[in-house]
């Protein structure tokens, strides 16, 4: 029986870890930060998830998921949500039902964006950030944000249907400098390098 170890956020480890024959089926995206200093506006992180058809997976998304939303068939959802940072470990779960997904969708692209109503924030600027891709018990991927320090969004991963349908993850770590709104909507576009 696999026994879950936590995972240390040394700067700019990450770590990705194959999925079983059968594909990914059920995942969680959890996210931490600590609360801002005493007398500072708080600090909102969000996890955001953007879905495209199997027909344009680098086109418009779908639908997207965020803090106020689910996704129309109940298969993405918030099933924990911070605006502060504040409570113990990860305080923003994001579950993704991948395995209920129609055929009709190829790809969904995570990441997380950062809240500018208070001022210019990047992830260098918020202390202790994580994020964590794990399917059960077994950590596919971990990230501490260091390598988007100078950034304000995040992309984490993609998942996308290999040639059998199962689903599979994809680190993809780029940053952004956006606000939610636009983020959501280019978070899944191709950029040149």
């Known amino acids: 029986m696999a026994r879950w170890v936590p995972p240390r956020f040394d700067t700019g480890r990450r770590c990705l870890v194959s999925s079983a024959d059968k594909g990914l089926r059920k995942v969680e995206v959890r996210l931490k930060w600590d609360p801002s200093p005493f007398g500072e506006p708080p600090r909102h ?4 998830a953007a879905t495209y ?8 998304p779908v ?8 996704s129309p068939d109940g298969t993405i959802n918030m099933t924990r949500h911070s605006q502060t940072g504040q409570g113990f470990g990860f305080v923003e779960v994001m579950v993704l039902e991948l395995d209920r997904l129609a055929s009709s969708f190829g790809r969904v692209v995570v990441g997380v964006v950062i809240h500018q109503d208070r001022g210019r924030r990047t992830f260098g600027d918020i202390e202790n950030a994580a994020v964590l891709v794990a399917e059960k018990y077994t950590e596919l991927l971990a990230d501490d944000f260091a390598q988007v320090a100078d950034s304000t969004a995040t992309t ?5 249907r290999n040639g059998s349908g199962e689903w599979e993850l994809h ?10 709104p636009a983020f959501a909507m280019e978070m899944g576009a191709i950029r040149p390098t």
């Not at 058809?53 to 418009?60: E, F, K, L, M």
Request: glycine share 6%; hydrophobic share 45%.
């Open 45 to 48: 992180l969000d996890i955001v």
């Open 53 to 60: 058809s199997a027909d344009d997976p680098q086109g418009r």
């Open 63 to 70: 639908y997207v998921v965020a803090y106020d939303s689910r």
């Open 156 to 160: 984490i991963a993609e998942f996308a």
């Open 171 to 180: 680190e993809m770590i780029r940053g952004f400098d956006s606000a939610p």
